[in-house]
């Protein structure tokens, strides 16, 4: 089957490596196609090239770079005239402009087309948006949700065809996996010198995220701490005064990370936090950077938003979104009790080998594949 996935998300080299998984699959010929980078605010995150194995990485250029849901690709209908594939992934939302015409495209080819959702709040659209999501609920053959809930709101909202549930993508257990050197290299006779109890971030700076609670916990928690924010976006500035005023600068770090030093940056954390706050027009759907640090063998708190309870079953703590002194509470505890850290680190680690590897989400894909092909039954 030669099969042509539409994705922006793939600019991000970790996220590759389930296309590698799912070109090592029988009879799979895959092409990916993505855009030169992908403009998030005032930064641009340029194509990584770091999985590239057995497929093709194709390169369009996007109009309306940075515009989730307007931008489009230049020169598609052409590159799919000449692949003419069997099967259309787009691996985005199907209210997007982008999946409205990679879909109306790839049907004049005669294609079989899916398309993938994350959302998780049934909340009306405006047009066009409502326009671009009737065709897609229409015109695609099969759908995938990231979530349960994603799931129940495509259906509340009207889509009636196959439907299956897979996180769009999974970890890589070998590149994601705790670190087998002590975090501070010891000479012999010479002791350990201590180290901070480290408490860290991993995403969008915005306010949905729950940062300024998660300022608010570790301004109160006493004792020698440091919060690492790694991401980019609008809140960073906020959050940097907020540090200062506080007399706190120095124990706050604030910032991009290059998605491969990510495993690195994430095992030097005792713990890592997702204090996500539900909005009226927005809920975590998953909370990926929770499943890369719980395969680096550390602890992780989330806050109840969501997906993020499920994602983290009994492989860390789980607080009330918005509640700071019970934040507080959950990283006091795990600062005072190495061994629960290290409980739960484990748990984390065997819970992603079972559920949120790169090659378990390439293998439910390639079923989806192979059920909209009409080659064996599957259902939602």
Known sequence: MRVV???????????????EELAALPDVELVAVVPPFWREGRHSLALERLHTHGYELRVLPMALNGHYHLHWYRGLGAALAELRPDVLHADEEPYNLATAQALWLAGRLGAR????????????????????????????????AGSHDAAGVLRAKGYAGPLSVVPQFGVDPEHFC????????ASPGVPTPPRPFTVGFAGRLVPEKGLDVLLDAVFGL???????LIGAGPLADHLARRARAAGYAGCVRIGPQPSTAMPERLRAFDVLVLPSLTRPNWREQFGRALVEA????VAVVGSDSGEIPQVIGDAGLVVPEGDILALRAALGRLRDDPALRQTLAARGRERVLAQYTQRQIAHQTYEVY???????????
Request: charged share 20%.
């Open 5 to 19: 996935m539409l994705s922006k998300a793939l600019v991000v080299g970790t996220y590759q490596r389930k296309l």
């Open 294 to 297: 719980m395969a680096c063998g």
């Open 370 to 380: 192979r059920a909209v092909l009409g080659q064996r039954c599957a259902s939602a």
């Open 178 to 185: 705790p670190s087998s050197r002590p975090r501070v290299p």
């Open 113 to 144: 087309r899916l398309f993938f959702t994350w959302q998780n709040i049934c909340r009306r659209l405006p047009p066009p948006f409502a326009w671009f999501e009737r065709y897609c609920h229409r015109a695609a053959d099969w759908a995938i």
């Open 222 to 228: 006493g004792g020698d701490w440091r919060l690492e």
